[in-house]
Antibody, heavy 118, light 106 residues
Framework: EVQLVESGGGLVKPGKSLRLSCAAS????????MNWVRQAAGKGLEWVSS????????YYADSVKGRFTISRDNAKNSLFLQINSLRAEDTAVYYC???????????WGQGTLVTVSS | EIVMTQSPATLSVSPGERATLSCRAS??????LAWYQQKPGQAPRLLIY???TRATGVPARFSGSGSGTEFTLTISSLQSEDFAVYYC????????FGQGTKVGIK
C-alpha cells in the first residue's frame, strides 16, 4: 500500500525558514517523480514543485521560485521542501503527491500545516 | 500558464439526482485532464484521468468526458458520500487546478 507521510509544518514567523519532509513507503520511491501541492484554508489546490526520480528535472511554480527548494533522498525514501523567507501567503496545508511529469497525481499524503504569523 | 475554470462554484443536488460539473482550459490540454474529489479534512483523491478513465476503485457512477478545452464530470446518481469539492487538473503543461466545485445537499 502506498503511503506518504508529511512532517515539519508548524507556526513560523515571517522571514524565517522551514523544511518539510515526506516519508514514502509501499512503492519503489526511486523510480517515480514526486510533487508538492499546497492549499490555503478554504481555498483551492496549487501545484508548488516537482522533482524527477533522479533529481535531474526540477520545476517550480512562479509564485515560489527562488524561495522554495525541492529535493529528495532516494536511499531514505524521502522528499523535502525547503521554504525560505516565509510570507503570510505561504500559510497552507502542504501535500506531497506521487505523479510523473505529464501525469496526474495518483497518491497524496495527508498534509502538513504551515502557518506564517508573527 | 494554463488557466482552468470550473463551473458552477457551488452545486446543490438531491441524493439520487445527477450532477454535471464543467471545467474549461484556457488553451488545449488534449485529454490530459484529471478530476479529484476532496472531502473536509482529507487529501484529494484521484477520480478520473485521461479525461475519461476512472481511477482504481472509483464507482461507475462517476464519468468524465471532453477533450481540448472543454471537460465534464458527471455523477449519475449522487450518494451521500459524494458530497464534496471536486477539482479538475490539467497535466499537459506542468500542472494547474481549477478553483473547485462544491457539491452540496439540496
Amino acid at each position: 500500500e502506498v503511503q506518504l507521510v508529511e512532517s515539519g509544518g508548524g507556526l513560523v514567523k515571517p522571514g524565517k525558514s522551514l523544511r518539510l519532509s515526506c516519508a514514502a513507503s509501499g512503492f519503489s520511491f526511486s523510480s517515480y517523480s514526486m510533487n508538492w501541492v499546497r492549499q490555503a484554508a478554504g481555498k483551492g489546490l496549487e501545484w508548488v514543485s516537482s522533482i524527477s526520480s533522479s533529481s535531474s528535472y526540477i520545476y517550480y511554480a512562479d509564485s515560489v521560485k527562488g524561495r522554495f527548494t525541492i529535493s529528495r533522498d532516494n536511499a531514505k525514501n524521502s522528499l523535502f521542501l525547503q521554504i525560505n523567507s516565509l510570507r503570510a501567503e505561504d500559510t497552507a496545508v502542504y501535500y506531497c503527491a506521487l505523479g510523473e511529469y505529464s501525469s496526474p497525481f495518483d497518491y497524496w499524503g495527508q498534509g502538513t500545516l504551515v502557518t506564517v504569523s508573527s | 500558464e494554463i488557466v482552468m475554470t470550473q463551473s458552477p462554484a457551488t452545486l446543490s443536488v438531491s441524493p439520487g439526482e445527477r450532477a454535471t460539473l464543467s471545467c474549461r482550459a484556457s488553451q488545449s490540454v488534449s485529454s490530459n485532464l484529471a478530476w479529484y474529489q476532496q472531502k473536509p479534512g482529507q487529501a484529494p483523491r484521484l477520480l478520473i484521468y485521461g479525461a475519461s478513465t476512472r481511477a482504481t476503485g472509483v464507482p461507475a457512477r462517476f464519468s468524465g468526458s471532453g477533450s481540448g478545452t472543454e471537460f465534464t464530470l458527471t455523477i449519475s446518481s449522487l450518494q451521500s458520500e459524494d458530497f464534496a469539492v471536486y477539482y479538475c487538473q490539467q497535466y499537459n503543461n506542468r500542472w494547474t487546478f481549477g478553483q473547485g466545485t462544491k457539491v452540496g445537499i439540496k
